[in-house]
């Protein structure tokens, strides 16, 4: 069974601040994506990474993917309040349309 | 809005009762998903169409969940006999599924449902 680990699961930072975070998963995938969700909302969809070495960015928010390693992780560059929510990763096993998600990282950004 | 809706956004009950709950897609999206959430924790799969046709199930998703998507447009999520456990967001996603490729799957605003 696909498990699908995220850390920090509580990051609480200065807003200027850089700090990334780590999505780990535990058998091969083809496919990895990153969402966003603020409290009582839905899941707004950040990035899709589809290949090893994969790279995007929006913002100040940059994702990427490490597929060897089963890694991925979510960069923050000068962090604004306006970020402040919780971020899921999510893994889509081989040969299923199904995601597996972490357990979120909820990021608090103070002035 | 374009978006996937769902409907009710809240819904209280009580245990023993039974529960309806509708998703409207993204008009051109073929694939539709159901994914349950409970509070600190991520989505977690219970099941998922492509067309009309409903092509994976959960393991953890018990007799008394029932999905359908009778013409491959919406779709509803049944719970007969709720129990509080059963207590959750319940979210719809719906993407555009072309032979292999995977696309973005794009989430509604979730149904909560209260079991007393």
């Known amino acids: 069974e696909l498990k699908v680990e995220q850390n920090p699961l509580f990051l609480s930072m200065q807003e200027g601040k850089n700090y990334t975070i780590y999505c780990n998963y535990s058998?091969?995938?083809?496919?990895l994506y990153w969402y966003r969700q603020d409290p009582g909302k839905s899941l707004e969809s950040l990035f899709v990474?589809?290949?090893?070495?994969a790279v995007k960015q929006e913002g100040r928010l940059m994702a990427s993917l490490d597929t060897k390693a089963r890694l991925s992780t979510l960069h923050i560059t000068a962090a604004v309040h306006d970020l402040s929510a919780t971020y899921f990763c999510?893994?889509?096993?081989?040969?299923?349309?199904?995601?597996?998600f972490g357990t979120g990282t909820r990021l608090q950004v103070f002035p | 809005d374009t978006g996937v809706s769902q409907d009710p956004r809240h819904k209280i009950t009580k245990r023993g009762q039974n529960v309806t709950f509708r998703c409207d897609p993204i008009?051109?999206?073929?694939?539709l998903y159901w994914y349950r959430q409970t509070l600190g924790q991520g989505p977690e799969f219970l099941t998922y169409f492509q067309n009309e046709a409903q092509l994976e199930k959960s393991r953890l998703l018990s007799d008394r969940f029932s999905a359908e998507r009778p013409k491959g447009s919406f779709s509803t999520l049944e719970i007969q006999r709720t129990e509080q456990g059963d207590s959750a967001m319940y979210l719809c996603a719906s993407s555009l599924g072309v032979g292999g490729l995977q696309e973005t799957q794009y989430f509604g605003p979730g149904t909560r449902l209260l079991v007393l």
């Open positions: 008009s051109e999206h073929n694939r």
């Open positions: 990474l589809l290949s090893n070495g």
């Open positions: 058998t091969t995938s083809d496919r």
């Open positions: 999510a893994v889509g096993p081989l040969a299923t349309d199904k995601l597996i």
